[in-house]
């Protein structure tokens, strides 16, 4: 009887790990291939060998770009050197890079770890670049004031709070207000890698001002991209492991609650309230949306297991969307560029200006196209 119940137990055991393998292995995605999907007009941008990670356009198209992030079980190639800010003006036609100086006397270069970044344009047309900094695996937001004429960044804050323990990327709604999203809802390495693999869906979204801190969405399998409407009504969450981009309203009290969706009967109007989101067959990173068109352009992972166990015999894919008319009941979805790790490994945004397109990697180069 003892062996029976033995034997039971470890049959169930067993079960349960072959259900759990199967479902990790479909949160990352874990056999897809890739169908390349080509551009005519690209090149490598010159001076980007080790990531370009977030990418910011101003109005006047001058990029921003993160650069160098160090990243917990994602590969490095310059694991011992700090990241860096770089700036690419898009109305060159052979646009370079050029790392952006950094002054500010308490601002620490050497432990400096950028990710996520976003920008904040005030009514004196002065620009904040909003930085997501891991220093020694921690996390903060970093404040700068872009000084365009001597081409730096002007270190004016570092804001730290118990709920930004992990953040992964910010939209800036203000020059010190903002949305970010914490891909884990843990900070010990432990847990945090308990979390991922089974998938517990804890990860959230604060809004944080000087005044008012507060969790505004959550139950997120890994939180990752964010971004706002032009008309800034809505707000855009890129899910990871799930291979879903959520569209929340913006209220006037910064809380966010899913899109509502009206629909007609006859006479009748019934308010129906739903979590409106997207479903892809890869998973989605940073989000960028077309300050013209309201168009999302979403840089994509289309095998996760490829970017958190890299081999460079098999290195990470790159794909991108284009998502229309997402507020709308029929958004259209284009796959715009895709390509095996040949060219690109491990793309995570992409941004348009004036017929361009720009994409960025997690560590690896970074790609400049005419449409």
């Not at 804050?157 to 914490?182: C, W």
């Not at 015999?313 to 991108?320: F, L, M, R, T």
């Not at 720009?358 to 690896?364: K, M, P, R, Y």
Request: include cysteine; proline fraction near 5%; aromatic fraction near 10%.
């Amino acid at each position: 009887m003892a062996k029976l119940m033995v034997l039971t137990l470890v049959g169930l055991g067993l079960a349960l790990f072959r259900d759990h393998r199967s479902s990790y292995q479909a949160r990352f995605n874990a056999f897809k291939e890739v169908t390349p999907v080509e551009l005519p007009n690209c090149n490598l941008v010159k001076g980007i060998e080790t990531g370009s990670e977030d990418l910011e356009i101003l109005p006047n198209g001058l990029a921003f770009i993160s650069s160098g992030l160090k990243y917990p079980g994602i590969k490095s190639f310059e694991p011992d050197k700090p990241g860096k800010i770089l700036l690419m003006d898009l109305n060159e036609e052979d646009p370079a890079v050029l790392e952006l100086g950094i002054t500010g006397s308490k601002f620490d270069l050497s432990s400096f770890n950028p990710h996520g970044i976003s920008t904040f344009t005030d009514e004196d047309n002065a620009v904040y670049l909003l930085v997501v900094n891991h220093p020694d695996f921690k996390s903060t937001v970093e404040l700068f004031k872009f000084q365009e004429e001597e081409k730096s960044l002007l270190h004016l804050k570092t804001i730290r709070h118990k709920l930004l323990p992990s953040v992964n990327d910010i939209v800036a709604v203000g020059p010190e207000h903002f949305y970010a999203t914490n891909d884990h809802y843990f900070v010990d390495p432990y847990l945090r890698s308990w979390e991922l693999y089974l998938g517990l869906a804890w990860s959230y979204v604060v809004y944080y001002s000087p005044n008012e801190v507060q969790v505004v969405a959550e139950g997120f399998d890994f939180a990752n991209g964010i971004n706002i409407s032009p008309d800034g009504k809505y707000v855009y969450i890129a899910e990871l492991l799930a291979h879903k981009i959520h569209v929340h309203e913006k209220h006037a009290n910064w809380t966010l609650t899913p899109l509502k969706a009206f629909t007609c009967h006859g006479i009748h109007l019934l308010v129906v309230l739903l979590r409106k989101s997207l479903n892809f067959n890869t998973l989605v990173d940073n989000i960028s949306v077309d300050p013209v068109t309201g168009d999302l352009w979403v840089g994509c992972h289309p095998n996760g297991m490829r970017i958190f166990f890299y081999d460079s015999a098999n290195p990470p894919a790159s794909e991108v969307l284009q998502i229309q008319n997402i507020l709308t009941d029929e958004p259209k979805v284009t796959l715009v560029y895709a390509e095996n790790g040949t060219v690109l490994q491990g793309s995570t945004v992409a941004s348009v200006y004036k017929g361009k397109l720009l994409i960025g990697t997690v560590f690896h180069k970074a790609l400049y196209c005419k449409l």
